[in-house]
T-cell receptor
Framework: GQQLNQSPQSMFIQEGEDVSMNCTSS?????WLWYKQDPGEGPVLLIA?????ELTSNGRLTAQFGITRKDSFLNISASIPSDVGIYFC???????????FGEGTQLTVNP | NAGVTQTPKFQVLKTGQSMTLQCAQD?????MYWYRQDPGMGLRLIYY???????DKGEVPNGYNVSRLNKREFSLRLESAAPSQTSVYFC???????????FGPGTRLTVT
């Protein structure tokens, strides 16, 4: 099936630093989603993107739908300890009906 | 609004036993999904229901059955549990298949 390449797999940063992560696909997507999962919980939707080039913010989080429609980026500014968790990207192909998930980026924030 | 709810939260089964995982959503969504999450494998789609009255196989359907009981409820059944089905199971719903999905809190299943 379709694969999403999400990078990096893990990040260790200091509180206050900015964070960037991205997902790439070999196919064109018409929807990109970003989720965060805390230990023992279900994924929580952070940002949804539906148009190429779209840039959307949610507080300190900003995500972009790449203009090639094959990639997406998530940035977190001024990280805080509660940002710790696993961040997943998910994409929906133009011809598809099911989301494909990346394998996640594990974020650790040191106080 | 409770969003997506799942029961039970935890379950231990012996090999060969059967059980049904329950999922309900109160967002009036048309589409519902069942995923399993395993370490290093990410989220994998087991079955989904695009709308009430329809169900379709996902990436890993073997060993599972589903029922879309009504618009709110979508259950996942393991007829004869196997240790390979030890996993965390998540239910999700979306307004329709091409839109964002909202997840429940998960069911942690161990098969011994």
């Amino acid at each position: 099936g379709q694969q999403l390449n999400q990078s990096p797999q893990s990040m260790f940063i200091q509180e206050g630093e900015d964070v960037s992560m991205n997902c790439t696909s070999s196919s064109i997507f018409n929807t990109w989603l970003w989720y965060k999962q805390d230990p023992g919980e279900g994924p929580v939707l952070l940002i949804a993107l539906y148009k190429a080039g779209e840039l959307t913010s949610n507080g300190r989080l900003t995500a972009q739908f790449g203009i090639t429609r094959k990639d997406s980026f998530l940035n977190i500014s001024a990280s805080i300890p509660s940002d710790v968790g696993i961040y997943f990207c998910a994409g929906l192909e133009t011809s598809g009906s099911r989301l494909t998930f990346g394998e996640g980026t594990q974020l650790t924030v040191n106080p | 609004n409770a969003g997506v709810t799942q029961t039970p939260k935890f379950q231990v089964l012996k090999t060969g036993q059967s059980m049904t995982l329950q999922c309900a959503q109160d967002m009036n969504h048309n589409s519902m999904y069942w995923y399993r999450q395993d370490p290093g494998m990410g989220l994998r789609l087991i079955y989904y229901s695009a709308s009430e009255g329809t169900t379709d196989k996902g990436e890993v359907p073997n060993g599972y059955n589903v029922s879309r009981l009504n618009k709110r409820e979508f259950s996942l059944r393991l007829e004869s549990a196997a240790p390979s089905q030890t996993s965390v199971y998540f239910c999700a719903s979306s307004p329709r298949v091409s839109r964002e999905q909202y997840f429940g809190p998960g069911t942690r299943l161990t098969v011994t």
